[in-house]
């Protein structure tokens, strides 16, 4: 028992002289690892050297996993680079004392395992993972910019191999616990029911601790190091260029150069700390997780919990939200005027299913099992929540919204996916147009993260509140918007594909202009955005969201008319095959061209702030990365626009003359 009453850790020994370790944050629903927790786990391990015990189980007390990492907000309010030094070498030897322990150590892992987590479990002679579906661990350090500084650029490589190791640390994913225990990375993946008797009697067993295979012991070599380092840079560079994302570069030069001791990499260079830790990247990606955190808050207030979704339209948006939500776990009706329609939503559910749940038939088979083709629309009136997710027609949406009302049971959420029309025109077909709300996903729904929870000036805020809690129950992102033509993203997107498409009517190829944005950051060029969500979607919403005033481009026009409707159709400014687009080689990038099309969105950004589309600059910015993938190292399109407006109008020191 602790002697200390105020540690988040509590030690108990049982009577087979077994130590277990409990680790309880006060006032948080997750762990993390802050300066006052390392110096209590610390003294706890002191106090076991003291009195060895016949080995030591480290556990969670939270029911939402072992630990989250080290704590962000106190690393935010890191000012010096010795103070975030002093952070590194502290979370360094504390971890290195656990190490060195004369007694068996074993992390007992339930639930997300993260970053400084997985670091501390690193340190464990013994892991294991408990097989749950919560149950996730990653050293995800790299997509804030920075580096896994407590041992795991050391310990994960020695354990699993460099192959799997610098995947894991160089991507930021994480793996569940079946796929942990394939890679070595925990000894044994258990259910719940075992998983304290499996501690038990794993950390007395006496075994060996995990060693890779005689390869991947070899390419440890030093000698080895820098060949396998130079195999690995050469992929980072096609994804990620190191003037925008420093930290994959140094996470290898750590491991290659340092044997992954972030500590003894002088802080002239590149890859020291300090460098990392002052370079813009690091500041704004460590702020769009502040960002992701506050948006993962929206809906937290209700205590709606879905079981059971009605979807009408088995289109590509419609099914794939179906599809979606049937892989979180909820039964889905899907809804359309044929089962013939459903049929092939059904086809990629199956295959995203499968994806998603590789190496996992059982569940595959359950998840398809509660995606249910409904033509006649039996499932409304058992819908926890109706999504309706048909083409953008204010009659046809009007007139489907008044059939469903009289079926919903009184309590169901009904929502609307519509991207360009106004939630108080749809809602007047309603008896109580207060139930209506907008969930408003994204194409692929699978990949963007970001759901839109739209407020018509009608809509009742407890239904908000519950659309809002519902986007989280399905592991979503929820940013609240108000009713306006394109609410944020679409009224983002728009001006910038606009402009994109104005540069091929005067002349320049596709793929010059795409290549320009993606050298700046974005995840897709905009011409080849175009043609993935349809030539014409994209018409059709120009025409909702200018009112019908501005002419489309003429070359979409054009394309339009011909029937050349981009990746659907097979053609639209390109070819497509095989799901890829078909590009030229681009030809040199005009000066001033990236700047000319994102500048359209940066005014747009500002304008949905001034009117209030969204609360504040934050959360544009934030609805931006997360719903088009805008550079995250850029920290959204407002944080850019003002650090290169503080740019341009700042004045260099100068000596007089």
């Not at 009289?406 to 147009?433: C, F, G, K, M, Q």
């Not at 033509?485 to 202009?513: K, S």
Request: hydrophobic content about 50%.
């Amino acid at each position: 028992m602790n002697a200390d009453a105020t540690s988040p850790w509590r030690l108990n020994r049982d009577d087979d002289g077994l130590a277990w370790l409990a680790f309880d944050v006060p006032d948080s629903r997750t762990n993390t690892l802050s300066s006052a927790a390392l110096d209590a786990l610390d003294a706890v391990l002191a106090a076991l050297d003291a009195q060895p015990p016949r080995g030591l189980i480290i556990t969670s007390a939270k029911p939402a996993g072992f630990i989250a990492g080290a704590d962000i907000e106190e690393f935010t309010r890191i000012d010096t680079p010795e103070a975030a030094r002093a952070l590194v070498q502290r979370g360094w030897d504390v971890f290195n004392r656990l190490a060195a322990a004369r007694y068996p150590t074993l992390a007992l892992i339930r639930g997300h395992c993260m970053g400084g987590g997985l670091e501390l479990a690193l340190a464990c002679r013994y892991r294991i993972a408990v097989d749950a579906p919560d149950t996730r661990l990653a050293l995800p350090e790299v997509m804030l910019g920075i580096v896994p500084g407590w041992g795991g650029m050391l310990r994960l490589p020695a354990l699993i191999g460099p192959a799997a190791a610098l995947d894991l640390m160089l991507t930021g994913k994480g793996v569940n616990a079946k796929r942990a225990q394939r890679l070595g990375l925990v000894d044994a993946a258990v259910p719940p029911r075992v998983m304290e008797n499996a501690a038990r009697v794993m950390v007395a067993s006496g075994a060996p601790a995990h060693r890779p295979g005689r390869l991947q012991r070899v390419l440890q070599h030093p000698r080895l190091r820098a060949f396998v380092a130079e195999q690995a840079r050469e992929k980072v560079r096609k994804k990620a260029p190191r003037e925008h994302y420093p930290a994959p570069y140094a996470i290898l030069d750590i491991w290659a150069r340092y044997d992954g001791n972030a500590l003894a990499v002088p802080a002239g260079e590149a890859a020291s700390l300090e460098t990392l830790l002052s370079s813009p990247t690091a500041k704004n990606l460590i702020r769009v997780f502040g960002l992701q955190e506050r948006l993962k808050g929206f809906g937290k207030d209700s205590d709606f919990a879905a079981q059971r979704v009605h979807v009408v339209g088995a289109g590509v948006m419609g099914g794939d939200i179906a599809a979606w939500c049937a892989l979180r776990g909820m039964t889905v009706t899907l809804q359309d005027q044929s089962v013939e329609r459903i049929a092939p939503a059904i086809a990629r559910a199956a295959k995203l299913f499968e994806r998603k749940l590789r190496g996992d038939a059982a569940r595959q088979r359950f998840a398809l099992d509660r995606l249910i083709p409904d033509p006649a629309g039996h499932g409304v009136a058992r819908a926890d929540v109706i999504i309706e997710a048909i083409f953008e027609n204010l009659d046809a949406k009007r007139a489907l919204f008044a059939a469903l009302e009289a079926r919903a049971r009184p309590d169901a959420v009904l929502a609307t996916n519509t991207s360009s029309l106004r939630l108080e025109d749809i809602a007047t077909a309603l008896a109580d147009p207060s139930r209506l709300v907008g969930i408003h996903f994204f194409n692929p729904v699978a990949m963007l993260p970001l759901v839109e929870v739209v407020t018509g000036a009608q809509s009742d805020p407890a239904q908000v509140q519950r659309a809002a809690a519902f986007v989280r129950q399905i592991d979503k992102l929820p940013l609240p918007v108000n009713s306006a033509p394109g609410f944020l993203v679409n009224a983002v997107l728009g001006p910038y594909m606009l402009e994109a498409l104005r540069c091929v009517d005067e002349g320049l190829a596709p793929e010059t202009i795409d290549a320009a944005l993606v050298e700046f950051g974005m995840p897709m060029g905009p011409v080849e955005l175009v043609d993935t969500v349809g030539l014409d979607i994209a018409m059709a919403a120009g025409a909702a969201l200018t009112g019908g005033e501005a002419a489309a481009p003429r070359t979409l026009g054009a394309k339009v008319d011909a029937g050349l409707l981009g990746k659907k159709s097979g053609q639209g400014f390109y070819v497509w095959r095989d799901g890829k687009a078909q590009k030229k080689a681009a030809e040199a990038v005009p000066a001033g061209l990236a700047a000319r099309i994102i500048e359209p969105m940066l005014l747009a950004a500002r304008r949905c702030v001034d009117a209030q589309v969204v609360a504040d600059s934050d959360l544009a910015d934030a609805g931006v990365i997360f719903g088009t993938g805008f550079a995250p190292f850029r920290g959204g399109p407002l944080t850019y626009a003002a650090g290169r407006a503080s740019s341009a109008t700042a004045v260099p020191d100068t000596e007089e003359t």
